[in-house]
């Protein structure tokens, strides 16, 4: 038997992003944001609300990186989560976070943590709060790769549970894809 929940984001994994802009004085923000998804072969949406400062800063440098949050990093990006940079300016900073200037958009890529996407803004509507980026380059410290691939017990990426707002690790391999299938052809 099932339990019906209702209409709600219960998807499942959740990835968490730490989207990452500079403001008007080049200054760097970060905010984590849970709610969205690759949506073409070089596009990424997530849906961010109009208040945030990291919105108005996309929406005005044109660019944005989206970097994967790790378990490592736990921490400090859970904190730019719950604290906006609309009253803490300096929280990129304080998170203990350093920025590195992305050689392919204009927003910073954040040192610790080791993999982002690149992306330049394509459309952001304020009524639905949905934000489309192009993906111009994914970049990956080679700390993570394994024979030249991201390795996802290197990277240790993090998701989201919107029902028991946790984290959750996510590093085990279980099988492989487009492969495991063929055993009921």
Known sequence: MRKNFGAKPMAYPMPVYIIASYDSNGVPDAMNAAWGGISGE?????????SHKTTANVVERKAFTVSMATVDQLVPCD???I????DVPDK???AGFHAEKSENVDAPLIKELPL??????????????VMVGQIVNVCADESILTDGKVDPAK????????AGHGY??????????FKDGKKLM
């Open 42 to 50: 070089d596009k990424i949406t997530i849906c961010v609300d109009r």
């Open 79 to 81: 904190y730019v989560g």
């Open 83 to 86: 604290v906006s940079a609309n």
């Open 92 to 94: 990129f900073a304080k």
């Open 116 to 129: 982002a996407l690149e992306c330049k803004l394509v459309s952001y509507d304020a009524e639905t709060e």
């Open 155 to 162: 990277l240790k990426p993090i998701v989201y549970d919107t």
């Open 168 to 177: 959750y690790s996510m590093t085990e391999r279980v099988g492989s894809a």
